[in-house]
């Protein structure tokens, strides 16, 4: 009987030493949250009400924050966009604006799958964009973002040879044309779920950060209208949804100059542990299912 209480003793003891222990150990909050915001598929080629020119104006000038910096992801020859005077036109204008030039594709076959070109093909599209963005940025592109998310062993070889770093998304809006509608209805309850998702990931130190803050990237379609229209919405949505999930924002959480912009986004893109992490959801499903 004297030995089980020493032992029960014992228990206490140690326990109440964790407990102590634990009481003192820093708590780590992550860095306030910043927004990297990202559009594919642009410039949109269209001379009247144009989204990509839209989208730009209110990246300017909006109630939520001034002369915020983006990075688009652009395809430089598109017959429907990079190909047309007014796609070059835009692509200098979002250059001598401040904000960053990045890859998506830089062939003239739409948007394609760069895991089902050969070779010569994705090589060729690399060259070519970024010899484009080059003409235009006058230094080399650091960032790409493949078409429809996907990517295997062989594309990001490629990529890497040529010095692109893969820049996937924390927040997908899932405003893109490829599922062949305009509008998103969910919209807010959409973005709370995935700004859930986010505060998830910060929490178990999923997500680096840089200069001070922890960068979340977003993604946005700046060739669609709906996406245009609603783009200052969308903005005070973030910043709403993200005070809604207890996140902390910094002063201005949307960044404002391309260089910290661009250096945040590279780390977030050499972070390859945590790369299909930001692959999202439904395109995960997608390549689960079909490979
Ligand atoms: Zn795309």
Known sequence: MRFFLLRLCAIFWAASCAI??????????????????TFDDGPDGREKDNPTASILATLAENPTQKDIKAIFFVQTRSSEGGATACGQALLGREHAQGHVLALHDGSTLGHPNHCKLSDAVLEQSLNDGLADLMTIAGRPTTLLRPP?????????????????????????????????????PRRRSHMASEMAHVKERMQRSEIPGADGATPIVVTFHDTNDYTAEHMQEYLHMLVDEARRAGLTLAARPFYDDGATLERAALIRAHDVAHRADMVPAQWRWLYWLFG
């Open 20 to 37: 102590e222990a634990y009481a003192d150990a820093p708590v780590v909050t992550p860095a306030p949250v910043r927004f990297i915001l």
């Open 148 to 184: 429809y998310w996907a990517y295997n062993e062989r594309t990001l070889a490629t990529y890497a040879r040529h010095g692109l770093a893969v820049l996937l998304t924390d927040i997908s809006a899932n405003d893109g044309k490829v599922w062949g509608y305009h509008g998103s």
